[in-house]
């Protein structure tokens, strides 16, 4: 029972040891694939003698991708003759000939992907490390082959992680290709080491290709281990763990003196009576860990797949982005480009701005994480309002009713988080309906919420908005997924993915819930619930972005911002508005100037995110020494902001343009005016 017992704990050891490091080796494979398509997309397009004219500032670039992946050793662009055009490690580079490198070879044959080959030591003039590569094919314009685009990685990056963690005695850990090849390998050995695939691990792979244990002498140096392997999803590379099988009978020995210090006679006893009861209990024990691994496995493996698909979506869309901005920054520096172009390319820069920011409000509306503010407004009267752009966007060939009733609804919520739902809402169904149908808009009032959902009651009930269309339906199946973000059934370059989780994360965070109920081939409704709100209530504020800009009044503003470029951005648009400013980096040099003479500016205008003392703590400091100065916050995000609030101070969302800044600043500035001259004479 104690060597079983024994076996089986070091063989669920072993399990655990192989999950960490099969997860650490995919991640690194996909980071260094990342690597390979930023640069693949680097030069898209150039052929040698471009390369050749450009090497030394992609040089920089690939030595820059090198430095921000700990893993690589090197980063090279080849052409097809196996010279290197450009590397990140010297510059020029050297005239050498790689051609007969297995890394090259193989991509000269034909397109096989992403190409693992063995490890190398270096050849002169280079030296360093050992390294095995990492390569796609670089094809030509017309699909010849023109080249290699390679990365070097350093196999002691995997075996410094494996000393981490494999630090039970006996351990070994391994990175091993599908042909035997081993690329890392824990204990370290300075020789090359193969698994033949002809003997009992190749045999074993053979068998079981996915993944499998046995027990083995390694080649490496004779020992004879348990140890377990698992292929790596997507790469033609193997991650293995193991312990010594001396060090698992150490371990046993170790138990079986434990038993007999208490005396052979008491531990044949103990033995029997376990016995007797390990019968009885060994099917409830084991049932209850196999339940115990399987729901821990389940929940692991869903958090992956939620941050993975997260991640990526987050990468791609960002990446497209950035993408058009660095194109078109390249070519506004071009001194011969005509002044339509220029403003054509000014205008992709701005409206991609815009994508950027309204893809990150998303995110942070899924997250419940945006700043939000709450006001009490009618959903009846807005829905009403929209409506007639929800016919606009959603095109004539679909019929829109919207049934709304006679009595006010008021809600509490951001009015126009609240918009962009019911529009995220619409825009999804007329996808469904693939732009012919019905679609129908209800507002209703509501005395409590599906009794399915977990959110708190709310004593004057909720106010509840569906949307439902006569589309093809949702299958049942998908229901748990639809609000994910980044999860979309549409086709490539239709839908973001993060329609329905703004709608998601606006509900739970306003203190409400969304629900859909859907039959396949009969439509699907949505239905945002949100607070109901009783009593009377004024008409909604003037909204920041209504008020009018900002005039040349010379006002004197105070500019706290820790960010050298932004606080440079704000100064020079409010000195082109006629203001005078002065910038300081931090909270305490602001409340050094207002000590020195706080009458000489007009307005505070602070970042909420700083080192020390806080926008939002400067903000109630001044407003504890009772200065009569108006303080309006920016901010990117907030923890703070997204859970308390702006404490009822004017926010100004980043990224923000000239134009709102300048109308922000001249509202805060007008109530003080305002302020003052209702003030009574003194």
């Known amino acids: 029972m104690s060597w079983i017992s024994t076996s089986e704990a070091a063989d669920q050891e072993i399990q655990r040891t192989l999950d960490v490091a099969h997860e650490h080796a995919l991640k690194v494979f996909e980071t260094i694939d990342r690597g390979l398509a930023e640069v693949t997309e680097v030069v898209r397009g150039m052929g040698d003698a471009d390369i050749g004219a450009r090497e030394k500032s992609l040089h920089e670039r690939l030595r820059q991708v090198a430095v921000a992946l700990p893993q690589v ?44 080959g063995e490890v190398l030591t270096p050849r002169p003039p280079y030296q360093g490390s050992r390294f095995f590569s990492v390569g796609r094919r670089r094809n030509g314009d017309d699909g010849s082959f023109a080249g290699v685009i390679q990365v070097s990685v350093l196999p002691e990056y995997f075996e410094n992680f494996y ?124 049932e209850a860990l196999r339940r115990i691994e399987a729901e821990e496995a389940l929940r692991h493996g869903q958090r992956l797949e939620a941050l993975g698909q997260l991640t990526g ?23 011969d480009l005509p002044e339509p172009r220029r403003q054509r390319y000014i205008d992709a820069i701005s409206n991609t701005v815009n994508r950027a920011a309204k893809l990150t409000n998303q995110l942070l509306a899924f997250a419940r994480r945006q700043t939000l503010k709450p006001e009490v407004f009618d959903a009846g009267q807005s829905v009403r309002t929209l ?53 129908t808009i209800a507002v209703r009032a ?18 509840a908005v569906s949307v439902t269309d006569t589309g093809v339906g949702i299958p049942q199946e998908l229901f748990g997924r639809i609000f994910e973000p980044f999860y979309t059934t549409k086709e490539v370059g239709h839908g973001t993915g993060l329609g329905l989780s703004q709608v998601f994360g606006f509900a739970k965070q306003s203190g409400g819930e969304v629900t859909v109920t859907s039959e396949v081939g009969k439509g699907a409704t949505f239905t945002l619930y949100l607070p109901r709100v009783v009593g009377g209530h004024g008409a909604r504020a003037q909204r920041t972005e209504d008020a009018p800009a900002i005039d040349r009044t010379g006002a004197s503003v105070l500019i706290v911002e820790d960010n050298a470029e932004v606080g440079k951005f704000a100064a020079d648009t409010l000195t082109q508005l006629g203001c005078t400013c002065v ?5 305490t040099h602001a409340l050094e100037e207002l000590a020195v003479d706080a009458d000489r500016f007009d307005l505070v205008f602070t970042d909420v995110v700083m080192p020390g003392m806080s926008g939002i703590e400067l903000a109630e400091e001044i407003r504890r020494q009772r200065l009569d100065l108006p303080i309006v916050l920016a901010s990117g995000y907030s923890q703070v902001l997204s859970q308390q609030g702006s404490g009822g101070f004017e926010l100004l969302q980043k990224p923000y343009s ?25």
């Open 73 to 116: 050793k090197s980063v090279w662009v080849f052409d097809a003759n196996g010279r290197a055009l450009v590397n990140s490690l010297v510059q020029p580079a050297p005239d050498v000939d790689f051609s007969d490198r297995d890394y090259f070879r193989i991509h000269a044959q034909g397109d096989i992907g992403t190409y693992i």
């Open 163 to 286: 000393a981490r963690i494999g630090r039970e005695p006996g351990s070994f850990l391994a990175l091993i290709r599908t042909d035997g090849a081993v690329l890392a390998h824990f204990p370290a050995v300075n020789r090359d080491v193969r698994f033949e695939p002809s003997g009992p691990l190749g045999r074993q792979i053979v068998a079981n290709p996915v993944a499998g244990a046995m027990t083995i002498h390694s080649p490496a140096d004779g020992i004879e281990r348990r140890m377990r392997y698992q292929r790596l999803a997507g790469y033609p590379v193997y991650v293995s763990a193991g312990l010594e099988t001396a060090a698992i009978q150490s371990r046993w020995m170790s138990t079986m003196a434990q038993h007999l210090i208490f005396g052979i006679p008491a531990t044949a006893l103990l033995f029997g009576l376990l016995a007797l009861a390990f019968r009885r209990t060994q099917r409830l024990q084991e």
């Open 313 to 335: 979506g987050v990468a791609h869309d960002f990446n497209n982005l950035l993408t058009v901005i660095r194109a078109s920054v390249d070519m506004l520096r071009r001194p």
């Open 387 to 439: 409506s007639e752009m929800i016919a606009t966007l959603i095109g004539a060939r679909i019929e829109i009713t919207a049934q709304v009733p006679d009595e006010t609804c008021l809600v509490n919520a951001d009015a126009g988080q609240f918009e962009t739902a019911i529009i995220n809402m619409a825009v999804n169904a007329r996808d469904a309906m693939d732009g012919v149908g019905r679609l």
């Open 446 to 463: 509501v005395d409590r919420l599906p009794s399915a959902t977990s959110t708190p009651p709310n004593s004057p009930g909720h106010v």
């Open 583 to 587: 910038l300081v980096d931090n909270a």
């Open 658 to 682: 000239a134009e709102q800044l300048a109308r922000v600043l001249h509202k805060a500035t007008r109530s003080r005016r305002l302020r003052r001259d209702q003030a009574p004479a003194g």
